[in-house]
């Protein structure tokens, strides 16, 4: 029996998964890192410069609770003060907090994935290992597909789980300071924050993330495969020209055309899918209460499954899909630049 045939098509689109993980190991998983050691670096020095404040401030006998001076701090004291309000708010910002520090990751996916797309058929080309993978047993459809896996699932689940700990690598943090100035971690962070339910919530966005990033991904890819040369310029200002022009057409009244709405919904698509929690901009009949409750409540298990309701999701997915179709049928006839 021929080699090639007794690989089944799904071991053949995993090993296309590995090959694109292992080219691209960088910006899938060594951005991340690095970017959540930066976030965790800077909040240890912020942490340790309020400690060094309040400290001096207390010694100095400028700390107040209640109208009670404080000479020195103690967190267990401090707490004791507070109300049931105050608590409320406490659990709200912890949670804040807690989302603020997983979020680095998160920002630099939006870059990895969109320059990813960008080059991931140009680059074949370029170098004309095209050629070579042509000349493997996997086809066109295989090859493009598992780029468009690696960059809507494969990095999202990175940035994801980098995140996640991140999060809890903080919260630690946190929890031995509190500890080592008479504080009770459970009382204070464990307790009232909900680190679980923003686990939860960031795992079931990653195919929600992948939906909306699909037309952005497949506009990408399509772009990739089309272009001779400067690929960026072509995928990035054909759209913008185009904003243009429509917006020229509605100031001159030439045509009843809504230039914002074509800003948002065609360009605002096409080149920003990519970027986390876009999608919330788009959220028909949101609130627009910015409370640190309202800004968390969007990230629930609940919240980002309700969000498949939306039909502009399902839109840009379909054009996402014809997009890469396209992409498909581009790699195939072109094998050099």
Known sequence: ???AH???PLNKFKWLLKREYWENKGGFFWAPVIASAISLTLAVLAIVAGLFAVRRAANQGDLHVNGVNVNGLDVKMLTAQMTPHDMVQWANGMDFTLVVSSAWPFLV???????YCLGALYDDRRDRSVLFWKSMPVSDAQTV???VFSALIVAPVFAMLIGIVAMFTFAIIISLVLLAHGGSPMQLIWGP???MIIVAG??????VYALWALPTAGWLLMCSAWAKTKPFLWAVMVPLFAGIIVSSIQFTKIAAIDGSWFWANVVGRLLLGFVPGIEMAYKADAPRDESLQSVLSG????????SLADPQLWIGAVVGVVFIAAAIWLRKRRDEI
């Open 202 to 207: 960031l795992i079931c966005w990653v195919p």
């Open 145 to 147: 597909l598992s780029k």
């Open 193 to 195: 924050a909900s680190p």
């Open 109 to 115: 996916l939006g870059f990895v994935a969109f320059f």
């Open 6 to 8: 007794s690989i089944s």
């Open 1 to 3: 029996m021929n080699a």
């Open 299 to 306: 990230l629930t298990p609940a919240d980002q499954f309700a």
